[in-house]
């Protein structure tokens, strides 16, 4: 599991980390079919304003969101996930919703579908404690003589902390909105859960029982018992216990 989010300094406001291994994210699909709206892609502000404005012109309004989707930009995820909210629209996921997907656009529906098989997956989010470093930051590190490294990198993470907590404090009040606890972005970075990770496990995700507690609720399994798999993919998410 990758129990920090990675987030560049520039951008850590901004972005949230997608499902790794991944490369560049190509233009998000965004469009109607058997009456469903799909989003297929990263989440992004483009996007999200194709989405609305087909489900606007839509008729009969689509009464569903299929959406398949490793991540993307914060900002957008929470765009996306107060407009879910607002039009109560059913939250439909057949393989994978993850980061800013899992984190803001799945408990933001009032009933979601998923297949048996389908993961959502959260791997940190704006509140956490703690971040990784990007690619480029790591190599300049690595450069340095070791008793710098750790010291530049402490500067390097707080400064991550600092840039991200206004955002954060927007996190805040989104879940407040939607009536989630903030900590399901964060759970699986606790040290409990650290003995169950694995090389291939790249995040974590609950029981239907335990997104209950966080306050999500109404999650229909197609074909239960629900057992989240990625397909053609030997990457895996742990399922951790809540409190």
Not at 147 to 168: D, I, S, Y
Request: glycine letters at 6%.
């Amino acid at each position: 599991m990758n129990p920090k989010p990675r987030l560049t300094l520039a951008a850590a406001c901004l972005t949230a980390l997608a499902l790794p291994p991944t490369a560049a994210a190509s233009s998000t699909q965004v469009f109607i079919d058997n009456g469903e709206l799909n989003y297929v892609g990263s989440l992004t502000a483009d996007a999200n304003q194709r989405a609305f404005a087909l489900f606007s012109q839509a008729q009969p309004r689509p009464a569903i969101l299929s959406i398949r989707s490793k991540g993307g930009v914060t900002g957008a995820g929470i765009e996306l996930g107060r407009w879910v909210h607002a039009q109560g629209l059913t939250v439909k996921v057949m393989e994978y919703c993850f980061s800013s997907c899992a984190n803001y656009v799945f408990p933001a529906a009032p009933r979601k579908v998923v297949s048996n098989f389908a993961v959502v997956g959260y791997h940190g989010g704006l509140s956490s404690m703690s971040f990784q470093l990007d690619r480029e930051q790591e190599a300049m590190l690595k450069t340095l003589p070791a008793g710098q490294r750790e010291a530049l990198r402490a500067k390097l993470e707080q400064a991550v902390r600092e840039a991200a907590a206004p955002q954060a404090a927007e996190e805040a009040l989104y879940f407040a909105l939607i009536g989630v606890q903030q900590r399901i972005t964060t759970l699986g970075q606790s040290p409990a859960h650290a003995q169950a990770e694995t090389e291939q496990s790249v995040g974590w995700t609950y029981s239907i029982a335990d997104f209950a507690k966080l306050g999500v609720r109404d999650i229909r399994v197609v074909n239960p018992p629900w057992k989240p798999a990625f397909v053609n993919s030997d990457k895996t998410v742990i399922t951790i216990g809540v409190d």
